[in-house]
């Protein structure tokens, strides 16, 4: 992505102005290393696809008989380990104190992050649609971002 604005910019043709990219708070780890700094030094503005991790970030899907639940239960099966069960229970916790739902923190969480612009969620009725709206009126303070952090983060993973 460097190098296309680099090429862009000197033979003075459009440029990438967005960039789509798997960005939640389970699948963090290639978007912030590589994606992150380019979109942030360049004004890119980052609108994330699988924003609710395919459903798991709500909640919805604690076991693998959840996965029944519904047609994306299958794409869920990767997120039910250790770390997701861990970022589940930073959700549970942060939910609870602000009397929300795991979907609109994790949403929330996603609009805290500097280059992101918007995240992509997709709801299947108008209530769902309330709910994932209501998360851009939800404000997470300091003690919360950063439990949320420390939860998902792939280092944290890898030293347990």
């Not at 990219?21 to 360049?42: I, K, Q, S």
């Not at 380990?81 to 104190?97: H, M, P, S």
């Amino acid at each position: 992505m460097s190098e296309a604005l680099e090429v862009s910019k000197k033979h003075g043709l459009a440029r990438y102005e967005s960039l789509q990219p798997l960005y939640n708070l389970y699948d963090r780890a290639d978007y912030e290393a590589t994606l992150e700094p380019v979109c942030r030094v360049n004004g890119i503005g980052v609108i994330p696809y699988y924003s609710l991790a395919s459903g798991f970030l709500t909640g919805k899907y604690r076991s693998e008989s959840d996965l029944a639940k519904s047609a994306r239960g299958g794409g869920v099966k990767k997120y039910l380990n250790a770390r997701g069960f861990r970022i589940l229970e930073a959700l549970d916790q942060t939910a609870k104190k602000y009397s929300s739902t795991p979907a609109k923190i994790s949403l929330a969480w996603l609009l805290t992050r500097p280059t992101i612009t918007a995240p992509i969620a997709s709801a299947t009725n108008v209530t769902q649609l309330q709910e994932l709206l209501a998360a851009t009126n939800l404000q997470l303070d300091r003690e919360s971002i950063e439990l949320l952090d420390q939860a998902s983060s792939s280092e944290a993973s890898a030293s347990r």
